[in-house]
C-alpha cells in the first residue's frame, strides 16, 4: 500500500514538473515572439500578489506598439522600406515647418526694419519741428526785444525803470546794454528808487540795493553777457 502511495506521489510529482517545464518553454516562445513583454509579465506578477488590482486599460494596452511579425527576408525588406518611407515622410513635415517658421521670423525681421525705420523717420520730423518752434520763438522774442527798445527809448527813465523792475537781472540787463550810457545811468537811478520804495531796509541791517548790483554786473561783464554785443552794435 505504502509503494502504490509512493509510485503515485512520485508520478503526480513527474507531471507537475513537466507542466512547469511546458509552460516556462512557452513563455519563453511567446517572449521571443514579443507576444509577451517584461511588462506584462510584471502586471501579471503583480496580479497574482495583489498589488495591481485591475488590469492596464485597453487605452494603455493600445498605447503599446504591435510588434512585428516578419517570418522572411521579403517581410524584413518591405518592413525597412516601410520604415524608411515613414522617416521619410516625418522629415519631411518636420523640413515644412522649420520653413514655415524661418519664413515667419523673415517676416517679422521686415516688420520691425520697418517699424524702426518709421519711429527713426517720426524722431527726425520731431527733432526737425521742435527746432522750427525754438527758432521762431527766438525770432519772436528778439523782435519783440527789439520793438520795446524802440519804444522805451522814448519813455521817461522813470516809467521804464518801473517797468524793468519785474524782470529778471540777466533781462535787464540786456536792456540797459543797448541803451546809450547816459539813459541806462537814469534808469539805474530809478530802479534805485523803485528798489527802496518796494524793499524798505529795516534800521540796523545793511542790504546791497538791486541797482547797485546790476551796475556791478554791467561793470564786470561774464562771457555769456556778450551775447549781446550785436544788439549794442545795432543801436550805437
Known sequence: MKSLLKSTMGIIALVGALILVSEIVLVGVLFAAGVVTETRIDDAI????????????????????????????QELRQ??????????????????????????????????????SRQRALETRESAFEAQLAARAAAEKDEGFQAAVGLYGKMEAKDVAELLYGLDDAEVLRYLKVFKA?????????????????????PDTVRL????????????????????????????
Do not use: C, H, Y
Open 46 to 73: 503583480k496580479v497574482f500578489r495583489g498589488e495591481l488590482a485591475t488590469p492596464p486599460s485597453a487605452d494603455q494596452q493600445a498605447a503599446e506598439p504591435e510588434p512585428l511579425e516578419i517570418n522572411t527576408e
Open 182 to 202: 547816459s539813459f541806462a545811468a537814469e534808469i539805474l537811478t530809478e530802479l534805485k528808487k523803485v528798489d527802496e520804495e518796494k524793499n524798505p531796509v529795516l
Open 79 to 116: 518592413a525597412v522600406a516601410r520604415w524608411r518611407e515613414e522617416k521619410a515622410v516625418e522629415q519631411e513635415r518636420l523640413r515644412t515647418q522649420e520653413e514655415a517658421v524661418a519664413s515667419m521670423l523673415r517676416e517679422l525681421s521686415a516688420v520691425r526694419i520697418a517699424i524702426d
Open 209 to 236: 540795493n538791486r541797482a547797485a548790483l546790476l551796475q556791478q554786473m554791467l561793470s564786470n561783464p561774464q562771457p555769456s553777457d556778450n551775447n549781446n554785443a550785436a544788439d549794442v552794435a545795432a543801436l550805437r
